[in-house]
């Protein structure tokens, strides 16, 4: 034999491994996977005819020429063949989903068409190889041209891959450069050394070898997919976050807008209201100003409710225990319930046990709001009968666990509908319940306030005949000095005209609003303290007057057009030519929104009033401000 094709045979092994493997292992779906797969058929094939033109050549005695020309242009058409199929599993390397094609494609195929026909037509133009007159095997001019395409199409599909290189790994592109040496270094040694030595196609399978397992490893694969999809979910839960963060802060944007604007006219209403109630002596008007009042005041616990529950689902909502009387609360409490009992027709009945330390330490005013929440709703649901609101405690070391029950004799609650009861904006029984007005917070709120008190609510209910709701609030106790006994006093004590808490008629103070009715409600409010009131429509108008006038207490609106609240603060703390640069600066607002009063504070402001502004609340912050000097207290 003339040939030496130990490497050829080789490679046969190299190349089954690989089919075999890649039938086994790999996803037969993948693009690169099935294009890599022709590639080495293809050069099985060329590999094979390599070795049967071998034994062709040497024994061509025995083989007719034209058989041994048909064999051997095949083999160099098979070669043209692995190119051109190698072309395509490298588009699809680089794009597995369609393996785009570009004009250089169209040309490299243009040129193997035209080497294969070269090839195929050797035996008239004995270009590439050709048998003599001794039937002797002999290379034409263009022998090399082979070995020649075959390094350009490696070198073209090295820079192509290089230039995308983006899209691989480390792993991936070390894979690609040692599968382009061994090809290359192959083609090399096969032009070095004789050619009766076959090496070229057992480099490629090597080559190969090294690409199939470096590019296309079935695990690899897949875990190159699950990080793929990893990145996009993680991309995509970016994008929801963002989406949840944006319509979480439109929903407060919309809360706090809501809140101001309800807010707004509700404080011309009530403050109005007041005027009237304090200048009027006519009966008539005067009930029908406490229809005015108790109607405003319903509508700010709606407006309070739905703030309190949006700080509850944000998680801002916070405790502050303080230390306090039960007595006081208990009376508060009763107070309010016991005059809608009796309009209502109601027996109100208050129990106490005489034995409950007084004096305790907790949220008074989230206690006040739960107990208040439970009567009001009894109440609401009782046409006829009474309620019971029922005080105990049972002490826990030194403390105490406060247990109050509110019982009625109402519309009670189904049995299915218990469980959703604490559910935000649920309103059950709505056939029966339809005429009564609720958002269906109250009790969500409550049950969420008791939690945050590391209490417990639990309700009883016979549909028909009437509810129990019963809460257990661990308090601190301060005092053991007992409540006593609970005695029903100032409840129907008649309604006292509201008097001021004090005169100050050498006391200046200033307010900015840019709604005049505010205006008039806060200077006709603070009427009977003879202050001289100064009033300013806008923050420029502020910074004009406070420049020659000083001022004991500067009351400064938030939202006002052009120039707001905060903005006039910052340009009044700037200004350093005016007189007022201690005198304290409130801010008066109807935002009432959690955080508000923090973000004030930090903007230079000394307090803060919340629109609607009650009378006692105003006067209180005016007694704290203005020097005291100045004051005259008028309360015993
Ligand atoms: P609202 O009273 O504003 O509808 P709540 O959260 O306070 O909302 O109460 C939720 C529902 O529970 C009410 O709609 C009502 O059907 C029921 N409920 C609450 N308290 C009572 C009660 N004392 N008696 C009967 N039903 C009640």
């Given at each position: ?14 190349y ?25 058929i ?95 095997y002999?290379?034409g ?109 439109a ?11 309800i ?135 030194e ?43 109250g ?28 809460v ?30 004090f ?19 806060f ?97 209180e ?15 015993d």
């Amino acid at each position: 034999m003339k040939y030496d094709i130990h490497f050829s045979i080789a490679a046969f092994i190299i190349y089954i491994v690989l089919l075999v493997s890649m039938r086994v292992q790999y996803n037969r779906e993948l693009n690169t996977v099935k294009k890599l797969r022709n590639v080495i058929i293809c050069l099985f094939a060329t590999n094979l005819l390599d070795v049967v033109t071998a034994y062709t050549i040497t024994y061509r005695a025995h083989v007719p020429v034209g058989i041994n020309y048909c064999l051997n242009a095949a083999f160099f058409i098979f070669e043209a063949l692995c190119l051109a199929l190698f072309v395509i599993y490298i588009r699809f390397v680089i794009d597995p989903e369609k393996g785009r094609k570009n004009i250089f494609d169209n040309i490299n195929l243009g040129i193997l068409v035209i080497f294969a026909i070269i090839c195929a037509t050797s035996f008239l133009t004995h270009l590439i190889f050709y048998f003599d007159e001794n039937n002797d095997y002999q290379h034409g001019i263009l022998y090399n041209l082979p070995y020649a395409l075959g390094l350009y199409f490696q070198v073209f599909a090295l820079v192509r891959l290089t230039r995308n290189r983006k899209q691989f790994n480390k792993r991936q592109f070390y894979s690609v450069i040692g599968f382009f040496s061994i090809s290359v270094l192959g083609s090399i040694i096969q032009f070095i050394i004789p050619g009766s030595v076959f090496v070229l196609y057992f480099a490629l399978s090597v080559a190969a070898f090294i690409g199939m397992f470096g590019l296309e490893t079935p695990d690899y694969i897949k875990l190159e997919k699950t990080l793929t999809k990893l990145r996009q979910s993680e991309e995509n839960l970016k994008v929801a976050v963002e989406r949840a963060e944006a319509a979480d802060s439109a929903k407060s944007e919309f809360l706090a807008n809501m809140s101001h604007e309800i807010r707004t006219p509700i404080n011309a209403v009530l403050g109005m209201n007041e005027l009237i109630s304090r200048e009027s002596e006519d009966k008539q008007i005067l009930t029908y100003s406490e229809n005015i009042k108790d109607a405003g005041q319903t509508l700010l616990s709606l407006i309070n409710d739905i703030l309190d529950f949006s700080k509850i689902e944000a998680g801002k909502m916070e405790l502050i225990p303080v230390d306090y009387e039960l007595s006081k609360l208990i009376k508060t409490v009763s107070n309010i319930i016991k005059v809608r009992c009796e309009e209502k027709g109601l027996t109100f009945n208050v129990e106490v046990n005489p034995d409950i330390p007084n004096v305790l330490n907790g949220d008074e005013v989230r206690i006040r709001q739960v107990l208040i929440n439970l009567l009001n709703n009894a109440v609401k649901y009782t046409e006829k009968g009474r309620i019971d609101f029922t005080i105990d405690f049972e002490a826990v070391n030194e403390d105490i666990n406060l247990i109050v029950s509110v019982k009625d004799t109402g519309v009670g609650i189904k049995e299915k509908d218990i469980d959703a009861l604490f559910e935000s904006f649920k309103r059950v029984d709505l056939e029966k319940n339809r005429k009564r007005e609720g958002t269906g917070l109250g009790l969500s709120i409550t049950k969420s306030l008791v939690d945050m008190m590391d209490g417990s609510i639990e309700v009883k209910s016979t549909y028909g005949e009437g509810s129990e709701f019963k809460v257990v609030i661990p308090q601190i106790v301060i005092q053991q000095t007992p409540i006593g006994e609970y005695k029903d006093t100032d409840i129907s004590e008649p309604k006292e005209k509201y008097r001021t808490m004090f005169k100050a008629p050498t006391a200046k103070i200033l307010v900015v609003d840019d709604v005049k009715v505010n205006l008039m409600v806060f200077s006709g409010l603070l009427k009977n303290t003879e202050m001289k009131i100064s009033m300013a429509i806008s923050g420029a108008q502020c910074l004009e007057v406070i420049k020659n006038n000083k001022f004991d207490v500067i009351f400064l609106d938030h939202m006002m057009p052009e120039m707001d609240g905060i903005e006039t603060m910052k340009k009044l703390k700037e200004d350093s030519t005016h007189c007022n640069q201690d005198t304290p600066v409130i801010m008066l607002t109807a935002n009432a929104i959690l955080g508000a009063k923090e973000q004030y504070i930090d903007s230079g402001f000394n307090d803060y009033l919340s629109k609607p502004v009650f009378p006692k609340d105003l006067e209180e912050m005016l007694i704290k401000y203005i020097p005291k000097e100045k004051i005259i207290m008028t309360e015993d």
